[in-house]
Nanobody, 118 residues
Framework: QVQLVESGGGLVQPGGSLRLSCAAS????????MAWYLQAPGKQRELVAT???????NYGDSVKGRFTISRDNGKNTVYLQMNSLKPEDTAVYYC????????????WGQGTQVTVSS
């Protein structure tokens, strides 16, 4: 069982930066694949970035070159550094964990609001 708590959201002007954090409780954090998703009002949840337990990363097309996902296994935390923010990045950002091995289980945080506006 993993519990996830996101933080770091807020209001930022276009072109600004934010760093989101997702703190995980429970054991074996280093064996989980982690991801960030966003959900804008009235839209489906979409993938922002993933980082596997081995450290490889992947990004959604809309954030490539602007966002960076990273993890600190010693702190049981995954981060999302967001630069050059645009109004269309406004959404609730969620953290997800998927366990190593089978059966696969997904764990979600409660989300953190990011608003990009002047």
């Amino acid at each position: 069982q993993v519990q996830l708590v996101e933080s770091g959201g807020g209001l930022v002007q276009p072109g600004g930066s934010l760093r989101l954090s997702c703190a995980a409780s429970g054991r074996a954090f280093s064996t989980y694949d982690m991801a960030w998703y966003l959900q804008a009002p009235g839209k489906q949840r979409e993938l922002v970035a993933t980082i596997r337990y081995i450290g490889s990363t992947n990004y959604g097309d809309s954030v490539k070159g602007r966002f960076t996902i990273s993890r600190d296994n010693g702190k049981n935390t995954v981060y999302l550094q967001m630069n050059s923010l645009k109004p269309e990045d406004t959404a609730v950002y969620y953290c997800k964990a998927v366990n190593f091995g089978f059966p696969k289980r997904e764990y979600w945080g409660q989300g953190t609001q990011v608003t990009v506006s002047s």
